[in-house]
């Protein structure tokens, strides 16, 4: 009776053990996301941005020990990191654009009262 209690318990640990899959979906999540963030012009210095490679680059060594669990959680933060910092990247860029947009127009303003 005790073998049976035994070996029921240790069987539930390796099903427990067994139950996540390894994340190789979030993992590819994450590296597109990292390199989305550079595509659009990042600073390779931006604090997001190594943040964000190196949550990937300790989701990959988790990964290749089969901590997959670790390896998910790393990769969902590497992925957030990143397209938090491309949102930031792009929004600062949005910005210099209207504020460019609009110095024309004052300019274009001035030059229209002065032709009157």
Not at 11 to 25: E, I, Q, V, Y
Not at 79 to 94: C, N, P, Y
Request: charged letters at 25%; one cysteine or more; a neutral charge.
């Amino acid at each position: 009776m005790t073998q049976r209690i035994i070996a029921l318990l240790a069987l539930l640990l390796l099903s427990g053990c067994a139950s996540d899959p390894a994340p190789t979906a979030q993992l590819q999540l994450a590296e597109q996301a990292v390199t989305q963030a550079r595509a659009v012009g990042t600073s390779p210095e931006q604090e997001e941005l190594r943040q964000a490679e190196a949550e990937l680059a300790a989701a990959r060594q988790a990964f290749e020990r089969n901590h997959y669990r670790r390896a998910r959680m790393l990769a969902e933060r590497a992925e957030l990191d990143a397209r938090l910092v491309e949102a930031q990247t792009l929004t600062g860029k949005t910005r210099a654009q209207l504020a460019e947009l609009k110095s024309s127009i004052v300019r274009l303003r001035t030059q229209l009262g002065d032709l009157q």
